[in-house]
């Protein structure tokens, strides 16, 4: 059965204290992993796509990286700004051209000032 | 650009009433789908479309029925409603091979 979990389910940082939050998955074939950010009150804002172990993407202060087991998002130096739900999303490669993506339950990130 | 926008964003229904919820997306996007949120489940797949005149069941399609008559347009039906069905939903659209792009949401109780 496929499966995306997420680790750790909460997460409190200080301001500028790294930090990675991690999803692990079981998928057939997986053809794309998400990662999104929720804000309360809001849908998930997408963030980064990633394809193929090895592959690594970055925006402002956020990195995401893939092996052919889990991804990692890496929060280097987080803001209070950066306080949100973080969801993991992958998409597996068998029912067609569907876009369907299977989601893990998310890390909620605190960052305190 | 609106993106994607779900109407209405709160509604308090009884056990039994029927309801619609509507999403409209302004990107011109194929693929339309309809999710719920729940508390320690995460987002789970209803229905979707991957064009207009077609809907397709996903993870937990019982209880409502979609419609999908143009393609801006997804409708979310409730035909009698039930606690069960008390949740968040949100819907997503996209193109092929493009990352779905998220509504706020619907927040629907149930009493």
């Known amino acids: 059965e496929d499966q995306v979990t997420q680790s750790p389910e909460a997460l409190r940082l200080q301001e500028g204290e790294s930090s990675s939050l991690n999803c692990s998955y079981t998928v057939s074939g997986l053809r794309g992993l998400f990662w999104y950010r929720q804000d309360p009150g809001k849908g998930p804002e997408f963030l980064f796509t990633l394809y193929s172990a090895g592959e690594e993407k970055e925006k402002e202060r956020l990195k995401a990286t893939l092996t052919k087991k889990e991804s990692f998002l890496h929060i280097t130096a987080p803001k209070p700004e950066d306080s949100a739900t973080y969801l993991c999303a992958v998409q597996a490669g068998y029912g067609g051209a569907t876009n369907k993506l299977i989601f893990g339950t998310g890390t909620l990130l605190a960052v305190q000032p | 650009n609106a993106g994607v926008t779900q109407t209405p964003k709160f509604r308090v229904l009884k056990t039994g009433q029927s309801m619609t919820l509507l999403c409209a997306q302004d990107m011109n996007h194929e693929y339309m789908y309809w999710y719920r949120q729940d508390p320690g489940m995460g987002l789970r797949l209803i229905h979707y479309?991957?064009?207009?005149?077609?809907?397709a069941k996903g993870e937990v399609p019982d209880g409502y029925n979609v419609s999908r008559l143009k393609k801006q347009n997804f409708l979310l039906g409730l035909e009698s409603a039930a606690p069960s069905q008390t949740s968040v939903y949100f819907c997503?659209?996209?193109?092929?091979?493009?990352?779905?792009?998220f509504g706020d949401g619907t927040r629907l109780s149930i009493l």
């Open positions: 997503a659209s996209t193109d092929p091979n493009q990352p779905q792009h």
């Open positions: 479309s991957v064009g207009e005149g077609t809907t």
